[in-house]
């Protein structure tokens, strides 16, 4: 007689993806080609803020990398896309953000049920105090270690967030940038978990006719610090864009003069501090 009672779910140590059942998840994303026509407007969720990303992301990636009830940690938090879906995702959150009227905005986006589930710093990422103001925001919500980090810095200076010297977009070289990123990457790798995954969005920039690789120099960052790369997503950016409508013929005459591509994509660098660090 053959056993006809249910399997036990069989998941990984970070997610809650029942694999005796994973051909029910084709919602989660597996390719690293991500094309979203349009931002998720669902959830609390709206482009109310130049820079942040389409939500999907955060419903992608925890969905893959944490399990209900653990802690994703996001150091650069802006308007909160990240706390906002944790929450509704049955997650927990600690946001890092340097500018204090947006920690206050996100404070009031997140509806009062959740607030004990998520904290808010106004901070510098990348200053050595920020970690032990993170560690405590942790320990309130019962954890040492964060169980997902998301880096999702100014592109150098393409926005430019305000006018603190700290503020990674007013860093006054790529060089400058890049030594302030892999600061709040140290810190991250702190905070993370052993085995936990890291995700960095990101895309490139032109400057003095040559294209400047930020994508590729912050993941070479990462890994510096110690993290292993697990996926480079190529995500395209037209969730992002508001209306650049007439400037869009111009940018083609641009691109034809000049010799280069208009970038339509940007990247999302999957990467796991591993179990145990491994000898260089
Ligand atoms: C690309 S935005 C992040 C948007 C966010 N993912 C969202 O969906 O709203 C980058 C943010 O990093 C903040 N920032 C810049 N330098 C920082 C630093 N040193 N520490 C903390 N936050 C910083 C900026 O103020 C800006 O809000």
């Known amino acids: 007689m053959t056993d006809q009672r249910p399997k036990p779910p069989k998941t990984s140590p970070y997610s809650d993806i ?53 802690i994703v940690l996001d150091m650069f938090l802006g308007a909160g896309t990240s706390a906002l879906e944790a929450v509704n995702l049955g997650r927990k959150c600690v946001g890092v953000e340097l500018k204090p009227d947006l920690v206050a905005h996100v404070h009031g986006r997140i509806p009062e049920s959740a607030r004990a589930d998520v904290r808010l710093i106004t901070g510098d990422s990348a200053a050595p105090e920020t970690v032990s103001q993170v560690r405590e925001a942790l320990s309130a919500l019962g954890s040492e270690a964060a169980h997902f980090l998301v880096l999702h ?79 480079i997503i190529v995500k395209d950016i037209r969730g992002n864009e508001k209306g650049k409508g007439r400037s869009a013929n111009l940018w083609r005459y641009r691109a034809l003069a000049g010799g280069y591509y208009i970038f339509k994509h940007e990247y999302i660098f999957v990467m796991q501090k591993p179990k145990k660090r491994r000898k260089k």
């Open 153 to 231: 810095p100014p592109y150098a200076d393409i926005i430019k967030f305000s006018d603190l010297p700290n503020d990674l977009s007013n860093a006054p070289s790529v060089d400058a940038f890049l030594d302030g990123f892999e600061r709040v990457a140290r810190n991250g790798w702190e905070l993370l978990a052993p085995g936990r995954f890291a995700a960095v969005i990101i895309g490139d920039k032109y400057a003095s006719g040559e294209l400047q690789p930020l994508g590729f120099w912050c993941m070479e960052r990462m890994m510096r610090v110690g993290f292993k790369t697990k996926a």
């Open 18 to 70: 029942n694999l005796n059942d994973w051909r029910s998840y084709d919602h989660i994303l597996t390719d690293s080609l991500w094309l979203f026509p349009a931002r998720a407007k669902t959830g609390g969720h709206q482009l109310e803020y130049h820079g942040n990303y389409i939500p999907q992301i955060a419903t992608q990636l925890f969905t893959r990398y944490t399990k209900a009830d653990e």
